[in-house]
């Protein structure tokens, strides 16, 4: 595949890498759209000049990349997906959602996260398994 002047030889780390860029751009997206639905397209501002939505945008990228990896979510064929990706898929996304569960639930005396509605992470726990 050639991109500008790059050549990208289709080779199983560069479709990887592909995989795991494009997962951070659909985590990012559904961090911001978890936010619009639970706040009814008016988010507030404190959840922006606080940086809120970017530290769970990092923190959910950072628990759900290599719990992903680990659970081999890049590894297999996305032409032949059955059953049993999806509940690898499943798996890797609610274990995810433990384990940033937990870090948030111990980390609730820094001030970012004063006043988080946990419902965000529902939605994006949902959204994210779906895309």
């Not at 890797?92 to 001030?111: C, M, N, Q, R």
């Amino acid at each position: 595949m050639k991109i500008g002047n790059f050549i990208f030889k289709k080779t199983a780390l560069t479709r990887t890498l592909f995989f795991i860029v494009f997962d951070v751009v659909l985590i990012a997206l559904s961090v911001f759209l978890a936010f619009l639905l639970r706040f009814d397209n008016k988010i507030p501002l404190e959840y922006f000049s606080t940086e809120t939505i970017q530290k769970i945008f990092f923190l959910t990228t950072v628990f759900c990349l290599p719990v992903f990896y680990f659970f081999r979510l890049y590894s297999f064929s996305w032409s032949y997906v059955g059953t049993q990706e999806l509940l690898s898929l499943f798996k890797a996304t609610t274990t995810a959602f433990i384990l940033l569960g937990i870090a948030v639930f111990f980390s609730e005396d820094f001030p970012g996260f004063t006043g988080l509605p946990r419902s965000v992470f529902f939605i994006s726990y949902f959204l994210i398994f779906f895309f």
